[in-house]
């Protein structure tokens, strides 16, 4: 079993920068993909990066493309969300998500890990608020 910590989330104006972290403990060996996804009340949650663990290929939401960028520590079995140019678009709870079989979904005209029925593991979320 896996279970997943988030950190790092609190406010900032708009233009600003957040770094998220998440700490993996338990069964780590099985995470073989790991993602963030955030979610606003009313709203579903949307995934907006995530990353094979092995590999480290990455997928990013349209929306923060060149904002945001994941990464990995393997040694500590962690990871990490870098959200730089924040909009008070970003306002969300943040989920770090994790998986071991990262079964891709088809999206448009290609396939994508942005999908939260892909991830099997999750955290309890930490709140990024950003003000105009």
């Known amino acids: 079993e896996v279970q997943l910590v988030e950190s790092g989330g609190g406010s900032v104006q708009a233009g600003g920068s957040l770094k998220l972290s998440c700490t993996a403990s338990?069964?780590?060996?099985?995470?073989?993909?790991m993602g963030w996804f955030r979610q606003v009340p009313g709203k579903e949650r949307e995934g907006v990066a995530a990353?094979?663990?092995?590999?480290?290929?990455?997928y990013y939401a349209d929306s923060v493309e060149g904002r945001f960028t994941i990464s990995l520590d393997n040694v500590k079995n962690m990871v990490f969300l870098q959200m730089n140019s924040l909009e008070p678009e970003d306002t969300a709870t943040y989920y770090c998500?994790?998986?071991?079989?990262?079964?891709?979904?088809?999206?448009?005209?290609?396939?994508?890990?942005?999908?939260?029925?892909?991830?099997?593991?999750w955290g309890q979320g930490t709140q990024v608020t950003v003000s105009s």
């Open positions: 338990g069964e780590t060996s099985n995470n073989n993909c």
């Open positions: 990353i094979f663990t092995g590999g480290g290929r990455t």
């Open positions: 998500a994790a998986d071991r079989y990262c079964r891709l979904r088809h999206q448009g005209g290609g396939w994508s890990l942005l999908h939260e029925s892909i991830f099997n593991v």
